[in-house]
Structure formats: structure tokens, C-alpha cells
């Protein structure tokens, strides 16, 4: 009898950014992958990724859904004082916006043993960071329910040619690449 491998629900910003996360965590682990990106205010937008990921979860053979999409809620809990709009890519905004996203992720992590996200495969993203927020919303979920809840899975996706693997498999898939991070300010910048 084979022991059932460990669950985790992998928060996914986009196919490409996917890619690598899914290889090396598949082997080992039952993935889910979890499209909850309201950060993405353009409509069409939104749905040119989620059907990237949809399509790149039929190749690999993985779960999937679909986390909610409210982009007013989400602009009024990372935009928390006047001109955070205008900050540059890394700053307060985005730690906001990680911090929203991977705490949705782990309220919709219970039934799993771990939560991680896609967000670290991004060379314009301080994986560190986005670490340490992960483990953070991981210890506060814990404290607040007083039971077991899904560890956060710490993650560097771009590392050991993450990147360019994930490029490579893109192309050959024909899988939607973006060309902004996904806020209204990041298109801009």
C-alpha cells in the first residue's frame, strides 16, 4: 500500500509563473493549484490567465479552482493610505497585496497540509519577503483557530533556472504570458 503523499494548495498568479512550482512540488506532493488574483482590476486580463492556468492544469495534471474575484475589496485592503498608488514595484503596496493574497490562500488551505505560492518565481519579487509573510499568516491562522492548520511551504521558484525552464515550457504550450504583474500601477510602471 502506497502512503498518501502530502497535500498543498498552490496559490497561482499565472501559468508561466506556475510551471516550475508544480515540477518540482508534483513528484513528492498532491498539488492543487488555487487562481485567486483580484489584483488583476482588467477583466479580460483576469480571464486571459485564469484560462493559462486551466489549460496548463489539464497538461500537468493537476486540480484547480477559483478563489473570488473582488477587486474593489482588494484595492481597499492593500491601498491603506493616500498615495500608495504611485509606489514602486517591491514597496508597501505590494507587501500588502502578498500579505492579502496568501492569507486568502491559507483560510482556503484548511482541508490541505501545506499552502505556497507562485509569486516567488518572479525576479521582480524579494522571495525573502514574501517567505516570511507566508509563515507569518501560517502562525497567526494556527493561533487563532488553536488547531492544525496548513503549513506555509517556503519557496524560491526562479532559482536553478526556474525562469527559463518556465519561459521554455510557455512557448512550447502556447501558454499567455503577461506583461505587467497584474495591479493597475504595475501595468503603468
Same mark, same amino acid.
Given at each position: 500500500?502506497?502512503?498518501?503523499?502530502?497535500?498543498?494548495?498552490?496559490?497561482?498568479?499565472?501559468?508561466?509563473?506556475?510551471?516550475?512550482? /508544480?515540477?518540482?512540488?508534483?513528484? =513528492?506532493? =498532491?498539488?492543487?493549484?488555487?487562481?485567486? @488574483?483580484?489584483?488583476?482590476?482588467?477583466?479580460?486580463?483576469?480571464?486571459? !490567465?485564469?484560462?493559462?492556468?486551466?489549460?496548463?492544469?489539464?497538461?500537468?495534471?493537476? &486540480?484547480?479552482?477559483?478563489?473570488?474575484? =473582488?477587486?474593489? +475589496?482588494?484595492?481597499?485592503?492593500?491601498? *491603506?493610505? &493616500?498615495?500608495?498608488? *504611485?509606489?514602486?514595484?517591491?514597496?508597501? !503596496?505590494?507587501?500588502?497585496?502578498? +500579505?492579502? !493574497?496568501?492569507?486568502?490562500?491559507? +483560510?482556503?488551505? %484548511?482541508?490541505?497540509?501545506?499552502?505556497?505560492?507562485?509569486? *516567488?518565481?518572479?525576479?521582480?519579487?524579494?522571495?525573502?519577503? /514574501? @517567505?516570511?509573510?507566508? #509563515?507569518? /499568516?501560517?502562525?497567526?491562522?494556527? $493561533?487563532? *483557530?488553536?488547531?492544525?492548520?496548513?503549513?506555509?511551504?517556503?519557496?524560491?521558484?526562479?532559482? $536553478? =533556472?526556474?525562469?527559463? +525552464?518556465?519561459?521554455?515550457? %510557455?512557448?512550447?504550450? $502556447?501558454?499567455? #504570458?503577461?506583461?505587467?504583474?497584474?495591479?493597475?500601477?504595475?501595468?503603468?510602471?
Amino acid at each position: 500500500m502506497m502512503a498518501k503523499k502530502e497535500s498543498v494548495l498552490l496559490h497561482s498568479c499565472c501559468a508561466p509563473c506556475s510551471i516550475n512550482a /508544480i515540477s518540482c512540488l508534483q513528484a =513528492d506532493m =498532491d498539488v492543487t493549484l488555487y487562481f485567486f @488574483n483580484p489584483n488583476i482590476t482588467d477583466r479580460g486580463e483576469y480571464e486571459k !490567465r485564469r484560462d493559462g492556468v486551466v489549460k496548463l492544469a489539464e497538461i500537468m495534471k493537476v &486540480a484547480w479552482w477559483e478563489g473570488d474575484y =473582488d477587486s474593489e +475589496r482588494f484595492c481597499g485592503a492593500v491601498l *491603506t493610505k &493616500a498615495g500608495m498608488e *504611485t509606489l514602486g514595484e517591491g514597496g508597501e !503596496r505590494c507587501r500588502n497585496c502578498y +500579505r492579502y !493574497r496568501l492569507s486568502e490562500t491559507g +483560510r482556503a488551505a %484548511a482541508a490541505f497540509d501545506f499552502f505556497a505560492t507562485t509569486l *516567488t518565481h518572479s525576479p521582480h519579487k524579494d522571495a525573502a519577503v /514574501i @517567505n516570511q509573510i507566508g #509563515r507569518e /499568516i501560517a502562525g497567526l491562522r494556527s $493561533n487563532e *483557530t488553536k488547531k492544525k492548520l496548513p503549513q506555509y511551504l517556503d519557496s524560491d521558484w526562479k532559482k $536553478n =533556472d526556474g525562469i527559463k +525552464r518556465a519561459l521554455a515550457f %510557455a512557448k512550447e504550450y $502556447n501558454l499567455y #504570458r503577461q506583461k505587467y504583474c497584474g495591479c493597475e500601477w504595475s501595468k503603468s510602471k
